[in-house]
């Protein structure tokens, strides 16, 4: 008896040893899966939302033992409008000590209006509309910014950047007027073009297309011979004001030493334009041209009367003043070493001497203005060409260039900027042009004169039957009526 009961005892407890073993494995769910098994763990649900009754409220942010280790989000490329580079400050510009803050190409970009985020993306904005047609910002800006590159390189300090981005606001917004009469005219053109072909316009236009681009490559090379022929900046100015598009890329190819279509497309684009987009906009705007003169009717000729009566007038346009050639060195204090003022005069002074002495020695003027001269023809060797009489900022140097002999290095000059050696090469005494030399140009422009009148005239009557709008117009209806302006606020 004892014996089977051992045995008895044992296979009890091997059986429940076995059901211990068993139980750590889930069973597959069958019809009794969900009895209760008091020798089966209960397997723990996974949470799938915050619990909110539970008796233990869930820790707070920041107190957790072990912070979760965030996945690094892929980085946000910013859209790059490309602009102009900005070169790093001039070590020959002034700088603190002129009034104003040196500021790098780091903080000109930082400071800019023109790399501001908001700015990055108004190329595509709406700037004018012109029935159809429209005007685009990034159009308006490329010009812009091609005509003022050199200006914007010269700026040093966050108060003429300020003084620069005011100007370049200005120059947007009659450049938008501007290119808006340019876009009425082609409208006026696509108008006139749709009465005559019918159903053939759009080939009518694409016959046109054809000899677009031999104007546009034959214009350019005359516009840059016109550009080195104009020696003042009033006759540069007038360039401009005839046409848009050829006088800014002429002036660009000069100032950027560029030969080819190739290099200026390149330059171009650095301003967020091309050759093709300057090539579509001259286009427009000489077919725009072309259909406002149509509609001018033939003007009288101009008569030997009214060619004296002109003349008469106007003496001071065929008044020509004196002109010189001639070379300069500049040291100025501001630049000067020295911790006083006193101190900065007197390196100023012994530098232009050494200056001076050097030149009289033999060393090239040339290259004595290239590596030590502060104005702002030093790195063209300090040459000045045909300079008129009272146009120099400096009365001492225009004083000098318009009164010294000939080919000889003048005397220590000052003025409040600093110390000056002039040399004049060449110069040319005031005269009045006689009018039989005057006749043809009198002429030329007496029809220009009425020509640009009854342009005028049709521009008028096209503005009343096309539909024009810019962004600027509830800025000029409010200039002009202030008191509507306020009652709306």
């Not at 190329?123 to 490329?142: H, K, T, W």
């Not at 220590?412 to 009018?435: M, N, S, T, W, Y």
């Not at 005028?456 to 302006?485: F, G, H, M, Q």
Request: no cysteine; net charge neutral.
């Amino acid at each position: 008896m004892p014996h089977r009961l051992l045995t008895f005892i044992g296979l009890f407890l091997l059986a429940l040893f076995l059901r211990a073993a068993l139980g750590q494995e889930q069973p597959p769910p069958g019809p009794f899966s969900g009895r209760e098994d008091p020798y089966f763990p209960k397997a723990s649900q996974p949470q799938r939302y915050p619990i909110v009754n539970q008796p233990t409220p869930l820790p707070k942010l920041g107190t957790l033992t072990e912070e979760i280790a965030e996945t690094p989000q892929p980085e946000f490329r910013q859209p790059v409008l490309r602009q102009p580079v900005v070169p790093s400050a001039d070590p020959r510009q002034p700088d603190a000590a002129d009034g104003g803050q040196r500021i790098d190409q780091a903080s000109a970009q930082t400071d800019d209006p023109l790399n501001e985020l908001g700015d990055r993306f108004r190329p595509g904005e709406i700037m004018a509309r012109i029935g159809d047609q429209i005007v685009l910002y990034g159009d308006v800006a490329s010009l812009v910014d091609q005509g003022m590159n050199a200006e914007r390189a010269s700026v040093t300090n966050k108060y003429q950047l300020a003084e620069f981005n005011a100007r370049r606001d200005a120059a947007i917004k009659s450049l938008t007027r501007q290119l808006a009469e340019k876009k009425l005219q082609y409208v006026e053109f696509r108008r006139t073009i749709a009465l005559k072909a019918g159903d053939k316009a759009v080939e009518a236009e694409k016959d046109i297309n054809k000899n677009v681009k031999n104007a546009f490559d034959n214009g350019l090379v005359e516009m840059r011979e016109k550009l080195d022929k104009a020696t003042t900046k009033k006759q540069v100015e007038e360039l401009m004001r005839g046409d848009i598009v050829l006088p800014r890329l002429a002036l660009l190819m000069k100032e950027n030493s560029l030969e080819t279509q190739a290099q200026l497309d390149e330059t171009l684009r650095t301003f967020g334009s091309s050759v093709d987009k300057q090539i579509a906009m001259f286009r427009e705007h000489n077919l725009g041209q072309s259909a406002v003169i149509e509609k001018i009717k033939k003007q009288p000729e101009v008569t030997h009367a009214e060619l004296l009566e002109y003349y008469r007038k106007n003496p001071d346009k065929f008044s020509v003043p004196a002109k010189a050639r001639f070379e300069l060195l500049s040291i100025y204090f501001s630049r000067s070493e020295g911790r006083t003022e006193a101190e900065k005069r007197t390196a100023a002074k012994n530098q232009i001497a050494s200056m001076g002495n050097a030149v009289f020695l033999g060393r090239p003027f040339a290259d004595v203005a290239k590596q030590f001269s502060h104005e702002a023809n030093a790195s063209t060797g300090g040459q000045y060409d045909w300079i008129s009489k009272g146009s120099l900022a400096s009365e001492v140097i225009d004083a000098a260039a318009f009164s010294l002999p000939l080919n000889r290095l003048s005397e220590i000059l000052k003025d409040e900027r600093g110390h000056h050696i002039v040399r004049v090469q060449e110069r040319a005494e005031a005269r009045q042009i006689p009018f039989e030399e005057a006749q043809k140009e009198i002429k030329e422009t007496i029809k220009k004169e009425r020509r640009e009148a009854k342009i005028k005239e049709v521009l008028e009557s096209l503005k009343e039957a096309t539909t024009i709008w810019t962004v600027y117009d509830e800025e000029e209806e409010n200039a002009r009526n202030p008191a509507k302006s306020g009652a709306a606020r």
